[in-house]
DNA sequence: ACCGTAACACTAACCGTTAGGTTTTCCTGC
DNA sequence: GCAGGAAAACCTAACGGTTAGTGTTACGGT
């Protein structure tokens, strides 16, 4: 019953870290396609299946560090200032990440993601589940009443979003003319007054 | 250099077509991750190799009836009459298509598709696909005249309306509700006149 | 009739992933 | 402290999709 506090967490968060820098290392230096997993495993000196009691799959390596976006966006939503429009929040949020993902410590890591069909396929599907979360927090905000269908239409804009902006050559104005997109189409959605 | 023409085409065709039936109809009796490549390949006669050689992954063998689909939301684009507006042109192409996939006939194999991760996801990434080649037309129309960017975004929101309208309760009119945000956020990218 | 080539076959592997069952390591209540 | 339980990690072995390598056939153009 009492909460689990101590080394066996810390070593596993160890392990587990130690497992994603591994493969991080490995993928940046000789290519995503190029290291298997039975390697990941021999250099970061565990077993192959303790990998996968980590990770769910080779992909997820990759974007272990992203964990924390899953939720960022939700949040931008409900911790919103109570009398901030939701589109401007939505737009900061974006913004924010799109920068963080743009950064130039970063550039090696999209690099080897573009060059991989494998890693692309796994964001995209990953970003699907980023706009269900997203429409669920916007759904659950009953100062917006919109219907479900709205909802989920604004949670996949605001995601193709992220991702467009990301391959744009100047990304904040892509933000910016993309949102203005955005704007209108959740505003012709606003419920008669 | 010579057009080809004759038997060997009309053999390899046969030959994709009974490898696609075979596998759809395996597929549809037992569940797709009940049958395997090397099952399908066995009771359609034909070697492993063969299966790979006409079909790039077991999840394309599910979708060769849609590769049609890659280019009627393009053609919409192109091939709308010269004082038809866009919006209206996609909105009626995305009906037809969300009508064809949500017919009775379709039911089995939508149903296969959504127990399937796998046949999901592969269905994403192909929408990202089908998304590029709209942008590229919508980019090629003169008459529209708006940015990369904005076109891209276009073409995203449209292949959303597509899969948010068949999840939805009442696909017709959840058309209508996303295409009403599609059509405010497209006017207002108008340029200036 | 003959050659080039496209289609197909066969074998054998590689790689991600999982199941099975065992050992180690830590937490906890005595 | 220590027994008991559970979580974490291990090892082995396999399964299923996919591909490389190497022939073999059958068609099409000359």
């Not at 250099?43 to 976006?69: N, P, Y």
């Not at 799109?98 to 970063?106: I, L, N």
């Not at 690099?111 to 927090?137: C, F, G």
Request: net charge negative.
């Amino acid at each position: 019953m009492t909460v689990p506090t101590g080394r066996r967490e810390r070593k596993k968060a160890a392990t587990r870290r130690k497992i994603a820098d591994t493969a991080l290392r490995l993928f940046l230096e000789r290519g995503y396609d190029a290291v298997g997993i039975r390697e990941v495993a021999a250099e970061a000196d565990v077993a192959v299946t303790t990998v996968f009691s980590h990770f769910a799959s080779k992909e997820a390596l990759v974007f272990e560090q992203d964990e924390g976006f899953e939720q960022r966006l939700a949040q931008a939503v409900t911790n919103r200032a109570p009398d901030e429009p939701l589109i401007p929040a939505l737009r900061r949020e974006v913004l924010a990440l799109v920068r963080h993902c743009t950064a130039d410590g970063a550039a090696p890591i999209q690099r080897m993601i573009a060059a991989s069909p494998a890693l692309r396929q796994y964001e995209d599907s990953m970003r699907l589940r980023h706009a269900e979360s997203l429409a669920a927090a916007v759904a659950a905000d009953p100062a917006l009443a919109r219907t479900g269908t709205v909802c989920r239409t604004l949670a996949r804009f605001v995601v193709d979003a992220y991702a467009l902006a990301r391959e744009a050559d100047d990304p904040d104005a892509a933000v910016d003319e993309i949102f203005r997109m955005i704007e209108a189409a959740w505003e012709v959605t606003a419920p008669s007054r």
